[in-house]
């Protein structure tokens, strides 16, 4: 077996090592993340189901004038929790025996919020 | 004396503009990475236009809200998506642009922080957070 020796210039090594150190810094980022909704999951907060979805964005759009200015607790397409403030909505729903319920504060339609910055 | 307990402590850049957080936004088997700024005064959260249509959103399928900042009203559609920052996960109820060149990323009160404990040490560009248990 023949052998080739090739000499790698010092400046190609350096890029070498700088690159290698970004892309294993991007790669720690992305696991980092996938990580983080993994939990996200394990906490059973993430909600994959389109169905459970689209229950709740159509109560929102049946009842917001009607719970406009209030926080809302909403399990699938019930409503389980009404109030002024979060912590009133969430402990009806708590009253109610749901322990994870989606929480919103309803805005009417010719509400105007404030958009921040 | 008051005591608050924190389980994350991150470290931001006080030489940038505004306290930046990178979020996570989760539909079914889609999934994005951004940065987003902390704002206390935006009552949602708001993200831009592309980010919603990247998780397989239509957009204007979304609940219609206006907003007004000082510079005038926009329209944004509301929409429930998971949002992730630094390991907390929220089941939210979140906004997305009607304008394609609105490019300011928030994070605002509902939906956000109406669930968290937040300290925040800007002297020392240290942020501390916990999920409202």
Redesign the interface.
Known sequence: MGQITIEIPQSVKQDYQINSEVFLEELENLVR?F???D??TD?G????D?QI?AE??NW??EN?EKYAGQYVAIDGNRLVGVGKT?REAHEQAKENDIK?P????V?G?N??????? | MFQLNFEKLLEYDTSQTGIGL?V?L?L??K?L?LTA?I??????C?FERQFGEKLGLKIEN????????VTG??L?F???V?L?T??L???S?IFFYENEHQK?N?L?R??WL??IVLGVIDYEGKLYLNRYE
């Open positions: 993340k990580n983080q909704v939990n996200a906490l907060l993430a909600n994959d389109e979805r709740r964005m929102l759009r917001r979060i994870n989606f929480l919103i504060r805005s339609e509400e105007i919020l404030s958009g921040g910055l | 990178d996570t989760k079914s088997d999934m990475s700024k704002d206390t005064g935006a009552d949602h708001i979304g609940i219609p809200q206006r907003f007004s900042t009203t926009f944004a509301g929409h429930n998971m992730v630094e390991g996960a929220f089941d109820y300011i928030v605002g509902f939906g109406d669930r």
